[in-house]
Structure formats: C-alpha cells, structure tokens
C-alpha cells in the first residue's frame, strides 16, 4: 500500500507540475504575441505626414533661394571694381550679404513647420491592444501609449489570470486598424498581426522549451 500511495503522490505531483508548466507555457505565448504586435504598431508622426512634408519643402525651398539670391548678390559684389579702394579692401558702406543661419530659417520661413496636426499626441492605435478571455473586447480605449510600456504591463497582468485550454483573445477595435495591417502606414508596410502569425510556431516553440518539465 506504501508503495502504491507513494507511485500515486508522484504521479499527481508530476501532473501538478505539467500543468503548471503548461499554463506558464501558454501565458509566455500570449505575451509574446501581444508584445510583438503592440511592439510593431506605428505610432502617428505629424512630421512625416504628406500635407506637412510638402509645406516643409517649400518653406526650404523659399529659403534655399533667398541663400541662392545672396550668393548671387555677393558675387556681383565682389565683381565690381568700384567697391574696393586702392588697398583692395571694400569701400565704407559696402559689405556681403550674409546667408541665413540655421535659426533665420526656422524663424523666417518656418522649414520645420507643421501644418497639420499641431499638438498632436501619437500612440492612440497602439494603446488600443486588448486582451480577453473567451470573448474578444468590446469597443475602443482613450488610452494613446506612444511607447506601449502602459498596454503591456496591462496584457501582462491580465494574462497571469489565463490557464491552459481557454480561449484568449488580443484585439484592436479601432477603425483605422485594418488598413493599417494593410500597409497603411508607412512604418508597418507588412503589418503586425501578418508577421506575428508568421512568427507563431517559433514562439511556440521557444516557450515550451523555457517550461519543460
């Protein structure tokens, strides 16, 4: 009997012991898919939008030929005879013209300017990852996250209530989603969830490896 009751206490701490392996297991995929996709959203960036990159190249260009136009006057300048005296040096009065200096630019004809989204604050798509158990969420968050760190720490938590054999689910409601998995942005030409799934098996992998019992 001793020896039956031993055989069972092992089997049952082995099975507590696999189980707990497994749960772990599945919560380390879950995170790592969750990562990967909040990791790899893009993040709005007002300088890089169409409407403010065109206003920028014309703004440098304004100041491109104001410099050109200096440089054309200075040549002149130094062109004519009359406006040095006999020691080679300008007559009083006469003088180069200087090209603008990096501030001038910026301040004259606003190069870096914005004129779009001032006062923007990116990270709203990223920051809309939700995680569940059994049924997908609902809706979408005001929760812009341009780092991630605030949606993952979430997932995270949220995850360590998951065990082995329910269904998770990591979703964002936002409208823009779909066309941004679809090469919308510029920053995630191929997508997030795409390239996560590609990934799928080798996360998998890795997690059972890092659990085994």
Do not use: C
């Amino acid at each position: 009997m001793s020896r039956q009751g031993s055989f069972a206490l092992d089997v049952r701490v082995f099975a507590e012991q696999a189980q707990a392996a497994l749960n772990t297991t599945v919560r380390e995929i879950i995170i790592e898919l969750g990562s990967s996709v909040i990791r790899m959203s893009p993040v709005g960036n007002p300088e890089i939008w169409a409407a403010n990159v065109a206003f920028r190249d014309q703004a440098r260009a304004s100041a491109d030929e104001y410099d050109f136009k200096v440089a054309v006057r200075n040549t002149l300048t130094n062109l004519t005879e009359s406006n040095f005296n006999r020691n080679g040096k300008f007559k009083r009065g006469v003088k180069l013209a200087k090209p603008l200096t990096k501030a001038e630019r910026e301040q004259n004809f606003n190069v870096n300017g914005l004129v779009s989204g001032r006062g923007y604050v990116g990270g709203r798509f990223r920051g809309n990852w939700q995680f569940s158990i059994q049924t997908p969420a609902q809706g979408t968050l005001d929760q812009p996250d341009p780092a991630g760190n605030v949606t993952l720490a979430k997932l995270k938590l949220q995850v360590e209530q998951m065990t082995a054999g329910q269904v998770a689910f990591i979703v964002n409601n936002l409208p823009y989603a779909i066309p941004l998995e679809y090469g919308h942005s510029t920053q995630a030409p191929n997508g997030m969830v795409r390239i996560t799934v590609e990934r799928f098996q080798q996360i998998v992998d890795a997690a059972a490896r890092n659990n085994q019992v």
